[in-house]
């Protein structure tokens, strides 16, 4: 896992500044994924648990919209030259370096957790450790939302991402990996892609009974 985490962290270290010129903003043309946001958002709420992370956070742009949202947003990335980015971008707001399956969080201590593509590197054999500690650190009624690259077939499929090379998943094995943490997915949108990859875009949203 870290070799691999490795290779990701240094290749993220190496784009920072135009990947957050593209993906600023993005949302602002994806109506489907910021719908999702947004429900995620307000699913928090209703916990009274407000306190969530954005795992994978990147330059920072989402964990911003999560505060927005009114949400104790912060966010958490692989790595350190997105979270400097993501400081700097957003100074009121806490971002800390920290690898997936080894979160800097008590245990059950979060109303949310937000995975946006963040686990789309992961090597298929090495999610259910991701999932783990996603469930790890959501209290009792928690809510996790996943999006990522999803496939029409039986399996995961190795692409080449155009930072490191990445997964997509079909949404129905997804969903067996999330129960299998532990967590009720409730909710799924599958739409079309944004993209020349031809992957569909995933969102599933689960809950920690």
Known sequence: MLEHQDETRTAYDGVVELYAS?????????????????NFA???????????????????????MLHDL???????????AMVDHARRAN????????RMEALPVED?????????YSMIHTPPGELPTLLAEQVRVLAPGGLLLVSFFGTEGPEPVRF???VTPAYSWPADRFTELLAAAGLVTFARLLHDPA???????THLLARRP
């Not at 912060?74 to 350190?80: A, K, V």
């Not at 059950?108 to 957790?113: H, I, K, R, W």
């Open 42 to 64: 307000e699913f928090v709420r209703a916990t009274g648990n407000l306190r969530v992370a954005d795992v994978g956070c990147g330059p920072g742009h989402l964990t911003a």
């Open 160 to 162: 080449d991402h155009k």
């Open 108 to 116: 059950g201590a979060l109303g949310g957790v937000l995975a946006h």
């Open 195 to 201: 993209s020349e990859r031809g992957f569909l875009d």
């Open 22 to 38: 593209m993906f600023a903003n993005r949302l602002e043309t994806q109506p489907f994924a910021r719908n999702m946001i947004g």
């Open 91 to 98: 100074p009121a707001l806490r971002f800390d370096e920290a």
């Open 70 to 80: 009114g949400l104790d947003a912060f966010g958490l990335d692989l790595s350190p």
